[in-house]
């Protein structure tokens, strides 16, 4: 009885974890080594939007920006300033989530298409302005010879672990009171204030969170690349994250891991297949959300309930009568 | 002893004036009606009170406290719950999810209990979820427990909007049109159900169409018409009064 | 600073303006038809100067031809994503996020897609005037800002007379205001988002072709021209025909006077905080008509 009690609590999440513990022990070549290792840096990033998208229903594209910012703030930290990597580790993502305050005071007004450009423009500037600090960032020409925690399979291990637990906080979360004020901001703002949610906090709240797991992750990227440049950290990152959170279900954690590996693209050599790969993925998320309606996808349909038939200029008065006020 | 007073309560829209120097006042222990054609102003003045909109003017009193100009969620804290003409519920949580939103007021767990899953945070969710199946219980609801709220029929899922805003524990419930939608059986048990709440010490403003339920349950009656308040009194004095039998035959005679 | 300078600054930021108005006013008109955002429009316009480059550059054919095959071409991308995607969404009423993420697929798809046919390298061609500076006394400009500036030109008051006078271009404006109400008059509303789809992807492909002298054609040049599209639509005010092309202008010469004046490298910055600052605080734009004032 015990035993299968034990079994009950084994979810997906620990099942793909378990397999993930297991791959590289078996001894792999290196440049599939590497997809484990970019899978697991960008299963940070999608958990980030797990809980920002798909708890709290804030569409954002700019997380490329957030995970440069945890990236260089690490590298500037510890090449720049001689600290120590793993004060960085702990630094940078707090840097980042502090950040991304500055990115979600405007956010939490916007909704839409607002405030995805939103998201957008912060991303573009973030990278803009690592673009041109040559002194600080190295510019164009990267960030080199960053300290690592780790490298190998150590490193491997470590971000496992980082990871695994970032996914059980992920499921807690969500099973949690706080995910329930998150999804009910997702589901009906105005329910959710009138219910007592601070909707405006909740919303900060989320998006700090999620800017800490994104500043992980861009701490994680500089380990397993020890250099960086602003060209990692575009718009293309962007929508290659949400791509991942779409195609994993949205609101869904173990999906979420598995398509985050599923996506992640093939080191520079074979970067035709990575570009090919690509459009495939757009063109099955393309046509999951235009038949959303027809194949019933449950989670397109679960994730959003208020129908807002056309969306308006923020602060207009058909921007109120859409969100339901007379 | 006043619960809620509002005194010249005033919205305007642009050129409209939805709620016009609306004075009205219920006291603990009440059920208030507030009747009116379709369009007289009683939701929006219900938005008012509640946060939703800010009042062009005039004030509303709650417990002592002045609570126009107040956001939303702050007002839940004080005290004042809510049901909306349009149900609103998560959908696509459970009816057991639906009503611990409920308790997001009184939850003193954080971010740090969330993520360890403290002995706080547990044993909080347990006192919840007692509290919620002591809900589901008096509701009528219990079978409903972890169904997911769009499998409800309609008339169940208007009385989770009530479970939900009764876990928050309010002095006050404003109901805006409970029974619309309802048939005749599940009628009388939401009056049952209204007056059981009203006997737990919650007072009532309840918004309906449903005459014969403003009739049987309200002590007292308010009657809007174009946003202003053109009656009030016991239901046997507004049933009576000019102005009201003008204000719903004026407009078509249309009422449940 | 001379007012030769300063009329050089203004004609290379109304060149710019307008490619941006352009742009804009396709985002514009999608949204009153549909109210969907087309993030996709940056990539659309990218398409389009590529497609140019493939039919002018590349296979040589005359420039007029090209021109005219590429702004079909992409008419009819347009009008194919409006039939096969976008309509049958709005349609049905899928929820407008929803649609966001399916345009945003749209981008990487195109992205990817450009990347894959054209290759990764900057890529440039210019108009039939040629490369030489020209000499206005002390202001020298070159040719394809005056040929960018002229084409602009004549096709925004093409389209103001197509909307003010032609009957498609009117029952265009009366889907825009009234939908249902149109539809009950008979006017076939997928038609006619079809043809606004069809106009706004036209409307892009002329910005692709117009910009590729000044700003050569990449890959992922897209996303941030419709960001500045974007800012255009906003500061001029959504939905405003006026308003797009008064915004593009303004953004146009914006970013050459803060290149010129200021600096150069941060020019983007500058734009996107404006956008940002009007996102927060004047969402309704320069010309606040709200959504009464259709195109």
């Given at each position: 009885m015990a035993?299968?009690?034990f079994l009950k609590r084994i979810g997906a999440t620990q099942v793909i974890f378990l397999i993930l513990l297991l791959i590289p022990l078996s001894g792999i070549p290196s440049y599939q080594f590497y997809i484990l290792e970019r899978g697991l840096q960008n299963v940070l990033v999608v958990l980030s939007l797990v809980i920002l998208l798909g708890f709290t229903g804030q569409l954002s594209l700019g997380q490329a920006g957030l995970v440069a910012v945890g990236a260089y703030s690490y590298g500037i930290l510890c090449v720049n300033f001689g600290v120590s990597p793993w004060i960085g580790l702990v630094v940078a993502p707090l840097i980042t989530g502090l950040v991304s305050l500055a990115l979600g005071f405007p956010s939490f007004k916007l909704t839409g298409p607002f405030l995805v450009v939103n998201t957008i423009a912060f991303s573009e500037i973030v990278r803009i302005l690592i673009l041109n600090n040559e002194k600080i960032t190295g510019g164009p020409f990267g960030l080199n010879s960053i300290p690592t925690?780790?490298?190998?399979?150590?490193?491997y291990y470590f971000m496992l672990v980082i990871a695994y637990l970032?996914?059980?906080?992920?499921?807690?979360?969500?099973?949690s009171h706080i995910g329930l004020a998150f999804k009910a901001i997702r589901e009906d703002e105005i329910a959710a204030e009138s219910m007592g949610v601070h909707v405006r906090n909740f919303k900060l709240l989320a998006f700090v969170i999620s800017s800490v797991l994104a500043g992980i992750s861009g701490v994680f990227f500089a380990n397993m690349a020890g250099y960086l440049n602003p060209d990692s950290f575009t718009f293309n990152e962007s929508s290659t994250y949400l791509l991942m959170v779409v195609l994993g279900g949205m609101s869904n954690v173990a999906g979420s891991i598995l398509s985050s590996f599923a996506v992640t693209s093939l080191p520079e050599a074979l970067r035709f297949m990575a570009r090919s790969r690509m459009v495939v993925y757009a063109i099955i998320l393309l046509v999951m959300v235009r038949y959303s309606k027809v194949l019933e996808i449950e989670n397109f349909k679960r994730l959003f309930r208020r129908l807002r038939p056309i969306p308006t200029a923020p602060g207009s008065p058909a921007a109120d009568h859409a969100k339901g006020k007379p | 002893m006043s619960l809620l007073t509002t005194a010249k309560l005033t919205k305007r829209f642009g050129g409209i004036v939805a709620v016009n120097e609306v004075d009205l006042s219920v006291r603990a222990g009440q059920i208030c009606g507030l009747i009116g054609p379709n369009g007289s102003g009683k939701t929006t003045l219900v938005?008012?009170?509640?946060?939703?909109?800010?009042?062009?003017?005039?004030t509303v009193l709650f417990d002592g406290r002045a609570i126009q100009n107040r956001p939303s969620h702050e007002i839940c804290t004080l005290g004042v719950g809510r049901t909306f003409q349009n149900i609103r519920l998560l959908l696509t949580l459970s009816v057991f999810d639906n009503i611990r939103l409920g308790a997001h007021i009184h939850t003193r767990s954080n971010l740090w209990d969330v993520l360890f899953q403290t002995v706080k945070l547990r044993r909080e969710e347990k006192e919840f979820a007692d509290r919620i199946d002591e809900l589901l219980e008096f509701t009528g609801l219990f079978q409903y427990r972890n169904e997911l709220a769009k499998n409800l029929p309609y008339g169940r899922q208007k009385i989770v909007e009530i479970a939900r805003a009764l876990m928050a524990r309010p002095k006050l419930l404003l109901l805006d049109e409970p029974a619309a939608g309802?048939?005749?059986?599940e009628k009388g048990n939401l009056m049952t159900l209204l007056r059981k709440i009203r006997d737990s010490g919650v007072s009532i403003l309840l918004i309906e169409h449903e005459m014969a339920m403003v009739e049987a349950l309200s002590d007292h009656v308010f009657v809007l018409n174009y946003g202003r308040k053109i009656s009030q009194g016991t239901f046997a004095e507004i049933k009576n009064d000019s102005a009201v039998v003008e204000a719903y035959l004026g407009t078509g005679g249309s009422h449940a | 600073m001379g007012f030769d300078t300063i009329l050089q600054i203004l004609i290379q930021g109304l060149n710019m303006g307008l490619i941006y108005a352009l742009a804009a006013l396709g985002i514009s008109l999608i949204w009153n038809a549909t109210g969907l955002f087309n993030f996709a429009q940056g990539d659309l316009l990218t398409m389009g100067g590529f497609v140019m480059l493939s039919m002018f550059a590349k296979w040589s054919l005359p420039y007029p031809l090209a021109f005219l095959l590429t702004v079909v071409v992409m008419g009819l991308v347009g009008y194919l994503l409006s039939q096969g995607f976008f309509y049958p969404m709005f349609s049905q009423g899928v929820h407008p996020d929803i649609i966001i993420i399916g345009t945003i697929s749209l981008i990487v798809l195109l992205q990817n897609g450009i990347l894959l046919t054209w290759g990764p390298h900057p890529q440039r061609f210019s108009t039939p005037l040629g490369d030489s500076p020209?000499?206005?006394?002390?202001?020298?400009?070159?040719?394809?800002?005056l040929w960018n500036i002229a084409i602009a030109v004549v096709l925004v008051i093409a389209l103001q007379m197509f909307f003010k006078k032609s009957i498609v271009g009117i029952a265009m404006r009366a889907v825009a205001q009234r939908p249902v109400a149109a539809s009950l008059m008979g006017v076939r509303t997928n038609q006619l988002v079809a043809?606004?789809?069809?106009?706004?992807t036209g409307l892009a492909a002329v910005a692709g072709i117009l910009i590729a002298p000044i700003i050569p054609l990449t890959p992922e040049m897209g996303s941030i021209v419709a960001l500045k599209a974007f800012a255009a639509v906003l500061i001029g005010g959504l939905g405003s025909f006026a308003g797009a092309l008064l915004g593009g202008v303004i953004i146009g010469v914006a970013e050459v006077v803060f290149a010129t004046v200021v600096v150069p490298t941060y020019k983007d910055v500058f734009i996107f905080l404006i956008l940002i600052a009007f996102l927060l605080f004047r969402p309704r734009g320069i010309f606040s008509s709200e959504i009464s004032e259709k195109v």
């Open positions: 035993r299968l009690a925690i780790a490298t190998g399979l150590p490193l970032a996914a059980v906080g992920t499921l807690r979360l969500g099973r | 938005n008012v009170i509640t946060g939703i909109y800010k009042p062009t003017a005039g309802l048939n005749g059986s | 020209v000499h206005f006394g002390k202001i020298i400009v070159m040719p394809y800002y043809l606004t789809f069809l106009l706004a």
